[in-house]
């Protein structure tokens, strides 16, 4: 039984990758478990605080990350590219250095993400590659899950409501617990 956990690139309340988060918690298939991790809460990366010691948000969310057998990254797109909020995070994630390989070293990763644009996050999603690959990451390749015109599929409470994506995002989440063991 594959544990996922999946971890919004957006601080936003009503952010529309927190609301596909929420959909792919729903999505998962029988003996799939998908937990929603935070970033919330994460300083921005200092060295100087880092020497200090890892803060306790940071260090809650590792443990988080190490005890899952697949991460999932549901990414913003901003300016084109990967959130600095989430990058941050992840940067934290991977300190003190020494720590990095038992964090992320072969960790099963997907991306997916929503925009109320009209590309999805392409970019961003296209941007996450090579920070995955420096942390020694397996990202998972079998799908793409690029949700454009977001503000289209979601309601006001942020349910999904679009039936295509919604299978889309089944799809996508079986794929990804299927390479994972599930």
């Keep these: 039984m594959p544990s996922i956990l999946g971890i919004s690139g957006s601080l936003r309340r009503q952010s529309f990758n927190t609301a596909l988060l929420r959909a792919a918690v729903k999505a998962a298939p029988p003996g799939t478990t998908i937990e929603i991790g935070s970033i ?3 300083p921005l990366y200092d060295g100087d605080v880092e020497a200090q010691g890892i803060p306790a948000t940071v260090t809650a969310l590792k443990q988080r990350v190490k005890a ?3 991460l999932l990254l549901v990414t913003p797109e901003y300016n084109n590219s990967i959130p ?3 990058k941050n995070a992840i940067d934290w994630l991977s ?3 020494s720590e990095s390989k038992s964090v992320f070293g072969g960790r099963p990763v997907a991306v997916m993400g929503a925009s109320p644009g009209g590309f999805g996050t392409i970019l961003a999603q296209q941007a996450w590659l090579q920070v995955l690959r420096t942390l020694g990451t397996r990202p998972w390749f079998g799908a793409r899950l690029q949700i454009a015109h977001a503000d289209q599929v ?3 409470q942020g349910e999904l409501t679009d039936e295509k994506v919604r299978a889309q995002l089944a799809d ?3 794929g990804f617990s299927l390479a994972i063991g599930g």
Excluded: T
Aim: with cysteine; net charge neutral.
């Design 40 to 42: 919330a809460g994460i």
């Design 68 to 70: 899952c057998d697949g």
């Design 84 to 86: 600095g909020v989430f």
């Design 95 to 97: 300190r003190p250095p």
């Design 154 to 156: 979601f309601d006001a």
């Design 172 to 174: 996508f989440i079986r």
